[in-house]
């Protein structure tokens, strides 16, 4: 029974003892408006104060007065070891200088893919055309087989840009440069053989730009 009256006693005791704390007795910072703020001086680095206006606290750096914030914005997290990132020869110090240097790369990376080399049947020569579309299209629409039964996204013909990068300039050229070759909006390639290899067969380079 003593020990019961013991433990209500103590619950009593720390109860009237919250109670009885005030307001006024908190440790606080020193309260100044924006004017007041900018215009002190002699401010030691680290000082912090709650100022008035914004009714935010700020501390004093280096760089003179800043908001004391805890919401790890991208600009406020630092990196460990600053990088040059975009290689303009300037490390980038934090997150947000990181994504905004790294996002122009990545969506320009992001928009060109590389069909397969198509095969150019050669053996004849002559004005000929092939549709680049169409062979990306068979290729990348019906795969052979696949992990998982979830379909390639395809482009359609006018949400791409076409290019051919490589091409045997002795096939489709006089030996020193392509002639007669071009490609229209719709992925159609107009090309001249002038020159049969010896296996019949030519390869060219495409890539697609998504628009």
């Known amino acids: 029974m003593r020990k019961v009256i013991v433990t209500i006693g103590l619950f009593i005791l720390c109860t009237v003892a919250k109670a009885q704390i005030e307001g006024t007795s908190l440790p606080s910072l020193p309260s100044l408006t924006t004017a007041e703020m900018n215009g002190a001086i002699g401010v030691y680095i680290g000082s912090s104060i709650f100022n008035t206006n914004t009714q935010k606290v700020y501390r004093f ?3 003179g007065w800043v908001t004391n914030t805890d919401n790890q914005d991208a600009s406020e997290v630092l990196s460990d070891n600053p990088v040059d990132v975009d ?4 490390a980038e110090a934090n997150v947000e200088e990181m994504i905004q240097s790294i996002a122009p790369i990545t969506a320009a990376s992001g928009r060109i893919f590389y069909p397969p080399s198509i095969a150019i049947d050669a053996s004849v020569t002559g004005s000929f055309t092939v ?3 169409q062979a990306y299209y068979d290729q990348f629409a019906s795969p052979v087989v696949s ?3 979830v379909p390639i996204p395809v482009y359609t013909k006018g949400e791409l840009y076409y290019y051919v990068t490589e091409a045997d300039i002795d096939v489709f050229g006089d030996g020193s440069v392509v002639q007669n070759m071009s490609v229209n909006d719709n992925g159609v390639l107009s090309y001249q ?3 049969s290899p010896v296996d019949y067969n030519s390869l060219i380079n495409v ?3 998504v628009k």
């Open 207 to 209: 890539v697609f730009v």
């Open 147 to 149: 992990s998982e039964a």
């Open 193 to 195: 053989i002038f020159n």
């Open 87 to 90: 290689g303009d020869g300037d």
């Open 61 to 63: 750096t280096s760089t």
């Open 131 to 133: 549709d680049l579309y």
